[in-house]
């Protein structure tokens, strides 16, 4: 099993360099938990201090945002694409 | 320029207050927070005087030792010194005493509050040798990107969400840019554009990898309104929020004021309105969330219609910081309020501004803004962009054939009418 994970910018240092990179997980929580084990440090740089992820930060399933799905335990499944993306400025 | 001196020192975080050198970042690279740029206050406390601002041109760049460029303006020379109007017959009919709109529905190039935020991103651009202009947009910044970039003769690219007004689209158009138009609504936009950001480096994005840069220019809102009423501020000032970039850089601007010593006195209360159909931070606000839930917008306020607004929380601080409020009216209201403004003032303002009205007028009914004290409210867009959100609302024209006899007929029925009602 394996899922596409997209990785912005300032991640992409932590995560080997890559734009995207492969992870299992039946939901979102297991998906951040195997990407830390991959890549150590993962974990520090999503979550803030209060163990939440940080509201800076959003993750997106097949291009809906998880918090309008069941936030981290919106479940995943094979050939699924999740995106992690910093909040933009807009207009 | 190397003989221009700048005052701008660096970008700092302000989440987790990490500093970084003028690079073109979206976001703190450690926290994901947010980047605001950092200047030397007390060097510009010395330079920068009101005879000096009098002197110069009224467009933004009169301000320009408080934004953040590195050498001297390229572009935007027209931008920026919009009316702020004495509002006295709307004012009769609101029950207050002093109150002004400022009026960006008549900014320039096109004709929204954008025209301020634009010339500082394609400056950073053009100082940091990117080679492209591109933006995420509701309509208002995809005109003033691509006009910016035809003025500077970058390529430019717009994306826009699949549903915009025709008159926001051709706005674009007429430019030249590519208009990419994204199937979903603006958070969908601007999803794609931060993804697009890591995969093409040489592109200015403006309110995305020029976001911090971007943002700086809203505060010449602030300054202007201060300058206007002759280096003084209002008690109130209202103001609409979408993404959430203007109106904490309208009480940045305040507090730059009295920083470098060109106002004194308390900052005004600041309040935000958004239309019922979207209005996630307004909704923080009044249940005092510490997390802003972001909503699916349904509303004729199109350029308000962010549901995930990134810089909500900095909006939240604002309105805290300075005693304001925040509030959210109905697409109905928004209607009425654009007509009222047309019909007292002379000012066709967008459905952003009939928002920002409706939202004042209610502020006001419900005593949050006492009506002896001075009020600014700000018009973000023109209406002539916004035409379709007007079907049925208004009056049809009376048609007649080119003879006197059958005008007079029809003009004497109207004098009927109009005493009957």
Not at chain 2, 271 to 297: S, T, Y
């Amino acid at each position: 099993m394996s899922i596409t994970v997209r990785i912005p910018a300032p991640l992409q240092a932590v995560a080997g360099n890559r734009l995207e990179v492969e992870a299992d997980g039946g939901t979102i929580a297991e998906l951040l938990a195997d990407l830390d084990n991959r890549f150590p440090g993962f974990r520090q740089r999503v979550y803030d201090e209060t163990g939440r992820l940080r509201r800076f930060l959003n993750v997106y399933v097949n291009q809906e945002d998880i918090r309008f799905l069941s936030g981290e335990t919106t479940p995943i499944k094979d050939g699924d694409e999740v995106s992690i993306v910093p909040a933009v400025a807009g207009g | 320029m190397s003989s221009y001196i700048h005052h701008v020192q660096g970008l700092a975080c302000r989440d987790c207050g990490r500093n970084y050198p003028l690079e073109n970042l979206t976001v703190c690279e450690h926290c994901f927070g947010r980047l605001e740029p950092r200047y030397n206050y007390g060097a510009i406390r010395r330079y920068l005087s009101r005879g000096l601002i009098y002197s110069r041109p009224q467009n933004i760049w009169r301000y320009r030792e408080l934004l953040p460029l590195t050498g001297l303006p390229q572009v935007g020379q027209s931008n920026g010194f919009t009316p702020l109007v004495r509002a006295r017959r709307l004012a009769e009919r609101l029950g207050v005493s002093e109150l002004y709109i400022k009026n960006d529905a008549v900014n320039a190039p096109t004709l929204s509050y954008k025209d301020r935020v634009v010339p500082v991103a394609i400056s950073r651009a053009l100082e940091t040798g990117l080679e492209l202009f591109a933006c995420a947009s509701t309509g208002n910044l995809a005109n003033s990107v691509a006009a910016h970039a035809a003025q500077a003769g970058l390529p430019c690219i717009v994306f826009i969400p699949d549903n915009l007004e025709a008159a926001k689209i051709v706005n674009s158009l007429v430019y030249g840019p590519t208009v990419v138009a994204v199937k979903g609504n603006y958070d969908a936009v601007n999803r794609l554009c931060a993804e697009l950001t890591a995969r093409h480096p040489s592109w200015g994005i403006a309110n995305v990898n020029l976001r911090p840069y971007y943002a700086e220019g809203a505060k010449t809102m602030a300054f202007e309104i201060a300058e206007q009423l002759g280096w003084r501020f209002p008690r109130h000032v209202v103001l609409p929020v979408a993404g959430g970039t203007l109106l904490p850089r309208v009480h940045r601007g305040f507090d730059e004021f009295v920083k470098v010593g060109l106002v004194e006195g308390e900052l005004p209360r600041i309040h935000a309105a958004q239309p019922e159909g979207c209005c996630p931070v307004v909704d923080a606000f009044l249940h005092r969330r510490d997390r802003i839930v972001p909503q699916k917008p349904n509303t004729i306020a199109k350029s308000l219609a962010i549901g995930d607004p990134a810089d909500g929380y900095t909006v939240l601080e604002s309105l805290k910081a300075t005693g304001g409020s925040a509030v959210a009216v109905p697409d109905e209201e928004i209607i009425g309020a654009i007509k009222l403004l047309a019909e007292t003032e002379g000012i066709f303002a967008e459905t952003a501004g009939g928002a920002t009205l409706a939202g004042a007028v209610r502020l006001s009914e419900s005593g949050v803004i006492p009506r002896h004290e001075s009020i600014v409210v700000a018009v973000t867009g023109n209406g002539l962009k916004t035409q379709a959100a007007l079907d049925g609302a208004l009056a049809q024209p009376v048609r007649v054939e080119a003879r006197v006899e059958h005008f007079e007929a029809a003009w004497q029925e109207l004098q009927k009418e109009a005493i009957a009602a």
